[in-house]
């Protein structure tokens, strides 16, 4: 597609529940990350895919949260008995590498996930 | 860790006039992203500085990278109100694993 796509754009959850976001990275795109945004703040690292390679999942913040990739597509992060504090914009980025390293992320417009 | 400071994080001014927000990082990195977002909005990237002594401008903003002061600069000139958003700087490591974002500035330009 023409750009990063995300779905749901918002998604409204009740304590407890399980949610599943999903991230449509630029083709030809090998990086993709996730971040989230808390109301008013900056943006919040959670994972990193490239390529084939094992993610980098250092910004996870607890084991409610995992991400998967197939190969260089579709990316869904899910996140486990959510609680209120998870209530954030999600944002997913994909970026194409460039001499060896990655060039400037593409954001995609983000779901906005409010836990109840 | 890498921390990414920007300042002001919060920045009032009335149009026409021009002003600078700064971005400091606290690690080496060669590569520099400029940010603007609206509310409600996602991130839409407006600068890509990647050496050192690399300036950009688009209209009337105008970006530089200095890494060894490892500080960049988003200068205003002659402010409108289309203007107002928040700004983010961001790094990347050579290791490339993350993009590494500054506070951000919130712009808010004064008719």
């Known amino acids: 597609g023409a750009g990063v796509s995300q779905s749901p754009s918002n998604k409204v959850t009740e304590k407890g529940k399980d949610v599943e976001l999903r991230c449509d990275p630029i083709s030809g795109h090998t990086a993709l990350y996730w971040y989230r945004q808390r109301l008013g703040q900056g943006l919040e690292f959670l994972i990193y895919f490239q390529g084939n390679s094992a993610p980098d999942k250092s910004g996870l913040p607890s084991d409610r949260f995992s991400a998967e990739r197939t190969g260089e597509s579709v990316s869904t992060l899910t996140i486990q008995r959510t609680q209120q504090e998870d209530s954030a914009v999600y944002l997913c980025a994909s970026s194409r590498p460039g001499w060896g390293r990655n060039t400037e992320a593409f954001f995609g417009q983000g779901t906005r996930l409010t836990v109840v | 860790e890498l921390k990414v400071e920007q300042n002001p994080l919060f920045l009032s001014m009335q149009e026409g006039k021009n002003y600078t927000i700064y971005c400091n990082y606290s690690t080496t990195s060669d590569r520099l992203y400029w940010y603007r977002q609206d509310p409600g909005k996602s991130l839409e990237s407006l600068f890509v500085?990647?050496?050192?002594?690399a300036v950009k401008q688009e209209g009337r903003l105008m970006a530089s990278l200095d890494t060894k002061a490892r500080l960049s600069t988003l200068h205003i000139t002659a402010a409108v109100h289309d203007l107002s958003a928040t700004y983010f700087c961001?790094?990347?490591?050579?290791?490339?694993?993350?993009?590494?974002f500054g506070t951000g500035t919130s712009l808010t330009v004064i008719p």
């Open positions: 961001a790094v990347d490591t050579y290791t490339g694993n993350q993009f590494y």
């Open positions: 500085l990647l050496s050192n002594g």
